[in-house]
């Protein structure tokens, strides 16, 4: 089964940017849809962006106009920019793999603070 590693969490300031990325194991199909989703301490996995083979793009209200989520299937590759970051944003951050089957990362810790 296609395993995935996620990178680029860590400690930011409010107003801050990060630039997450998940790399599959296995070829990254045009087909392959894509996702990030996150955990907050004490709060159930929600929904962030997702990205289709095709190259369209959903976000969750609480993020649209400060996340981008992108994909570069020579890489195998999809990407979370996080821009204007608040204590809010805060949790363990997902990557969604959806083919033949679904696949979660194991997350990366995203922590907004002063």
């Known amino acids: 089964q296609v395993q995935l590693v996620e990178s680029g969490g860590g400690l930011v300031q409010p107003g801050g940017s990060l630039r997450l990325s998940c790399s599959a194991s296995e070829k990254f199909f045009s087909i392959t849809e894509m996702g990030w989703y996150r955990q907050a301490p004490g709060k159930q996995r929600e929904f962030v962006a997702t990205i289709t083979g095709g190259g369209s793009t959903n976000y969750a209200d609480s993020v649209k106009g400060r996340f981008t989520i992108s994909r570069d299937n020579a890489k195998n590759t999809v990407y979370l920019q996080m821009n204007s970051l608040q204590p809010e944003d805060t949790a363990v951050y997902y990557c969604?793999?959806?083919?033949?089957?679904?696949?979660w990362g194991q997350g990366t810790q995203v922590t907004v603070s002063s």
């Open positions: 969604k793999y959806v083919l033949t089957s679904v696949v």
